[in-house]
């Protein structure tokens, strides 16, 4: 039997059937605020039906749990950089401090002394970091607040399955992160950099980020086919430029593990 989404009142309910521990066939009720969520669980059920795994989830550690919501939810709903990046902080940062944990045994206490000593860990260098620059120092606390918010989306999916009965990072405090204000070239800058360039290519590149606001991966991915200079363009003042990809660095497994659900 297929999963259906019944609606009540102003929330949502995902209902389908699954093995319970002790191998009788039941019927679930999950309720959900929107309609969105809803049919993004619907869709994480079934594909556990195609797959012929309708029992309920029995993680016990944070590892276990984290494969687990990678595997349902991540690959189905993050883009291929989110992905990468939370994969990574799951690999770098979580499981090598706290993945052999039982999940009965993360509270508040827990992950703020875990957040704690994360800024006291060296920080990984990072796959588009440069040959040859010096090493990155401590784990900062805007890495430590993308941790805390990837394990708060894990947990809540934990409590929905059933695997803990409230999440505990909720109430955890998470270290404040001191955001820096990028500075951005004025006009007279961008002019002078454009007459001590020598390289046309790069010239082109900066040309294009500053008059059309493109970003380094939007430049990067531009091909023939996206570029109108046809004499008829330049004359009637219509050259133009249409942005329908963009260039990234991005994790081999990451782009397989996307491909492996259907997503290109």
């Given amino acids: 039997k297929l999963a ?15 093995i319970s521990s002790d191998g009788q066939r039941k019927q679930k009720w999950e ?3 929107t309609l969105a969520d809803a049919k993004r669980r619907k ?10 795994v309708m029992n309920v989830p029995t993680c016990k550690t944070v590892a276990d749990l984290l494969k687990e919501y990678v595997s349902l939810y991540g690959t189905t709903t993050w883009s ?6 939370n994969t990574r902080l799951i690999r770098n940062y979580i499981n090598p401090v706290i993945g052999k944990m039982n999940l009965c045994e993360i509270s508040p206490r827990i992950l703020e002394k875990y957040y704690q000593k994360l800024l006291q860990t060296p920080a990984v260098s990072r796959i588009t970091q440069k040959r040859g620059t010096k090493d990155t120092g401590l784990v900062q606390p805007a890495t430590v607040r993308k941790v805390h918010s990837l394990l708060r989306s894990a947990f809540n999916q934990a409590v929905k399955w059933e695997l803990m009965e409230k999440n505990p990072a909720l109430h955890a405090t998470v270290p404040k992160a001191v955001s820096k204000k990028r500075e951005v070239w004025d ?7 454009l007459d001590v360039c020598d390289d046309d290519r790069l010239k082109l590149a900066i040309n294009l980020a500053f008059a059309c606001s493109m970003r380094i991966g939007e430049i990067l991915g531009l091909t023939w086919d996206c570029v109108d200079l046809s004499e008829e363009a330049l004359a009637s003042g219509n050259a133009s ?6 260039l990234k660095r991005c994790e081999k497994s990451s ?4 491909e492996k659900r259907g997503r290109s």
């Fill in 255 to 258: 782009v397989e593990a996307l």
């Fill in 80 to 85: 291929l950089s989110v992905y990468s990046s």
């Fill in 187 to 193: 006009a007279e800058t961008i002019f002078l950099a």
């Fill in 4 to 18: 259906s989404i019944i609606k009540r009142g102003k929330s949502y309910c995902v209902v389908y059937d699954y």
């Fill in 241 to 246: 430029l249409f942005i329908n990809k963009e």
């Fill in 31 to 33: 309720t959900y605020r």
């Fill in 43 to 52: 869709a994480e059920i079934e594909r556990r039906q195609e797959l012929g």
